[in-house]
C-alpha cells in the first residue's frame, strides 16, 4: 500500500492553474509458489514455508529453490494539483494534490516551493525545487505519512529531467493482517501495528506538447522508479538484507492535461 508514480518535477503551480494526469506502470505480487505452502515471520524476515510438520523454510533470497511467484499486473492511477498562492512565507508558492494509485493507495499532499540556489540560477533556465507533505489512506488500523523533495532542471524550453525522493513511514500492510508464527497461528489482527520505514526515489523526464486538438495531452512524463525495501502486494519483504529482490524497480509513463494558466 504505497504509490508508486511520483511525478515532483520541482515546479509549484501557480494559483489558479491546475493539471489531470493519468500514469500506468506494471506492480507485482509474490505469491508462495508450492501448494500448502504459507507466509510466516522467522528470524525477523516473512518467509515461506513449505511445511510446519517438518520445518521446511523456503527464503526469497533462495532464487534456486524458486519458492515465491512473482507475477505482474497493471497499476493505473490518476492525479490532480492545483496551485493555490504563489508567495507563502519563506516559500515561492503553494499547491496541493491526491494521487490514486491502483492497486495501492489513495494519498493527499501539500507542496512548498523553495527558493533557488546560486548554483541553480546560471542560464536562461532556472532550477526550480520543493519539498512537500502527505497522507495516505492506510488499514483499519494506521495510516501512512511522508515527506517528498523534488528537484527539475529545466533542458529546453519543452524538455524537464527531474528526481524526487521520498521517506515514507509505511502503514501496517495486507500481509502482516494474515501472518502466521512459526506453529502456523495467526499473529494477525487489523488493529494490530506493524509500520515501517520505506525509501522512494524517481527519476524522470517530461516533455510539453504544442497540442493542436483540445483533448490531446498538454506533457507527458516517462520516470523510473526505485523502492527500498521492495514492498509486492502482498507485503513480502526481507528486512535488512542488500539482496536485489528487496529493490522495486518499474518504468512508469504518464500524460497530463494542464487548465487555468499559461501551458
Given at each position: 500500500?504505497?504509490?508508486?508514480?511520483?511525478?515532483?518535477?520541482?515546479?509549484?503551480?501557480?494559483?489558479?492553474?491546475?493539471?489531470?494526469?493519468?500514469?500506468?506502470?506494471?506492480?507485482?505480487?509474490?505469491i508462495c509458489?508450492?501448494?500448502g505452502?504459507?507466509?510466516?515471520?522467522?528470524?525477523g524476515?516473512?518467509i515461506?514455508?513449505l511445511d510446519?510438520s517438518?520445518?521446511?523454510?523456503?527464503?526469497?533470497?533462495?532464487?534456486?529453490l524458486?519458492a515465491?511467484k512473482v507475477?505482474k499486473?497493471?497499476?493505473?492511477s490518476?492525479?490532480?494539483?492545483?496551485?493555490?498562492?504563489?508567495?507563502?512565507?519563506?516559500?515561492?508558492?503553494?499547491?496541493?494534490?491526491?494521487s490514486?494509485?491502483i492497486?495501492?493507495?489513495w494519498e493527499?499532499?501539500?507542496r512548498?516551493?523553495?527558493?533557488p540556489?546560486?548554483?541553480?540560477?546560471?542560464g536562461?533556465?532556472?532550477?526550480?525545487?520543493?519539498f512537500?507533505?502527505?497522507?495516505?489512506?492506510g488499514l483499519?488500523?494506521d495510516?501512512t505519512?511522508?515527506?517528498e523533495?523534488?528537484?527539475?532542471?529545466?533542458l529546453?524550453?519543452?524538455?524537464?529531467i527531474y528526481g524526487n525522493?521520498?521517506l515514507?513511514y509505511l502503514?501496517t500492510?495486507?500481509?502482516?493482517?494474515e501472518?502466521?508464527d512459526?506453529e502456523?497461528?495467526?499473529q494477525?489482527s487489523?488493529?494490530?501495528?506493524a509500520?515501517?520505514i520505506?525509501?522512494?526515489?524517481?527519476?524522470?523526464?517530461?516533455?510539453v506538447?504544442?497540442?493542436n486538438f483540445?483533448l490531446f495531452?498538454?506533457?507527458?512524463?516517462?520516470?523510473?522508479?526505485?523502492?527500498y525495501?521492495?514492498?509486492?502486494?502482498?507485503g513480502?519483504?526481507v528486512?535488512?538484507?542488500?539482496e536485489?529482490?528487496?529493490?522495486?524497480?518499474?518504468l512508469?509513463f504518464?500524460?497530463q492535461?494542464m487548465?487555468g494558466g499559461?501551458k
Amino acid at each position: 500500500m504505497a504509490t508508486t508514480h511520483h511525478l515532483n518535477t520541482g515546479r509549484i503551480l501557480k494559483p489558479g492553474e491546475y493539471h489531470s494526469t493519468y500514469a500506468f506502470s506494471y506492480s507485482k505480487r509474490a505469491i508462495c509458489r508450492y501448494s500448502g505452502s504459507s507466509l510466516i515471520e522467522k528470524d525477523g524476515a516473512k518467509i515461506c514455508q513449505l511445511d510446519p510438520s517438518d520445518s521446511i523454510y523456503i527464503y526469497p533470497e533462495d532464487s534456486a529453490l524458486e519458492a515465491f511467484k512473482v507475477e505482474k499486473i497493471p497499476s493505473l492511477s490518476t492525479q490532480w494539483r492545483l496551485g493555490l498562492w504563489e508567495k507563502w512565507g519563506p516559500f515561492t508558492g503553494v499547491d496541493m494534490g491526491y494521487s490514486l494509485e491502483i492497486p495501492s493507495t489513495w494519498e493527499f499532499d501539500f507542496r512548498f516551493g523553495l527558493k533557488p540556489f546560486e548554483f541553480m540560477k546560471t542560464g536562461s533556465l532556472p532550477w526550480h525545487h520543493n519539498f512537500g507533505l502527505g497522507w495516505g489512506i492506510g488499514l483499519w488500523a494506521d495510516n501512512t505519512w511522508y515527506a517528498e523533495y523534488g528537484l527539475g532542471i529545466p533542458l529546453l524550453s519543452n524538455l524537464c529531467i527531474y528526481g524526487n525522493y521520498r521517506l515514507n513511514y509505511l502503514a501496517t500492510q495486507f500481509a502482516d493482517i494474515e501472518l502466521k508464527d512459526q506453529e502456523g497461528n495467526n499473529q494477525g489482527s487489523i488493529f494490530n501495528h506493524a509500520k515501517r520505514i520505506l525509501h522512494q526515489m524517481n527519476f524522470g523526464i517530461e516533455g510539453v506538447w504544442e497540442k493542436n486538438f483540445f483533448l490531446f495531452p498538454d506533457r507527458w512524463h516517462i520516470n523510473y522508479h526505485l523502492g527500498y525495501p521492495v514492498l509486492l502486494l502482498d507485503g513480502t519483504s526481507v528486512p535488512g538484507t542488500g539482496e536485489p529482490f528487496l529493490m522495486d524497480h518499474r518504468l512508469n509513463f504518464a500524460i497530463q492535461w494542464m487548465y487555468g494558466g499559461k501551458k
